[in-house]
């Protein structure tokens, strides 16, 4: 079953670009996209994929918004899970079996 992506909506980023509110990474980041570059082609800001500013450029801030919410989502199907509350906590304590901000009486529970 794949994901339906959303509508995305944007904040003005500091430098710029743009903040797409509906992108959020595993580990907590937002995503965001810009056309700030010699070309004006648009860009996701933070890929860290090999050469992606050379590689990956988009027609539209949608465009952008849209693959950067597919890397987002592929990145949370391998990214490790606390099995108590479902976050991406990324100081997950994997001895414990839960996060650093969950503990045996989650009150994030999502089941």
Same mark, same amino acid.
């Given at each position: 079953?794949?994901?339906? *992506?959303?509508?995305?909506?944007?904040?003005?980023?500091? /430098?710029?670009?743009?903040?797409?509110?509906?992108?959020?990474?595993? *580990?907590?980041?937002?995503?965001?996209?810009?056309?700030?570059?010699?070309? /004006?082609?648009?860009? $996701?800001? +933070?890929?860290?994929?090999?050469?992606? /500013?050379?590689?990956?450029?988009?027609?539209?801030?949608? *465009?952008?918004?849209?693959?950067?919410?597919?890397?987002?989502?592929?990145?949370?199907? $391998?990214?490790?899970?606390?099995?108590? +509350?479902?976050?991406?906590?990324?100081?997950? *304590?994997?001895?414990?079996?839960? +996060?650093?901000?969950?503990?045996?009486? +989650?009150?994030?529970?999502?089941?």
């Amino acid at each position: 079953m794949t994901k339906t *992506a959303p509508t995305f909506t944007y904040e003005p980023w500091r /430098h710029g670009g743009w903040y797409v509110n509906e992108v959020q990474y595993a *580990a907590g980041g937002t995503g965001c996209v810009s056309r700030n570059y010699e070309d /004006h082609k648009w860009r $996701i800001v +933070c890929d860290d994929r090999p050469n992606a /500013h050379e590689r990956f450029t988009y027609p539209s801030r949608e *465009a952008a918004a849209l693959a950067e919410y597919e890397l987002a989502e592929a990145g949370k199907a $391998i990214a490790p899970k606390c099995p108590q +509350c479902g976050c991406y906590e990324a100081r997950h *304590a994997r001895e414990r079996g839960w +996060c650093y901000g969950c503990g045996p009486d +989650c009150a994030k529970k999502s089941a």
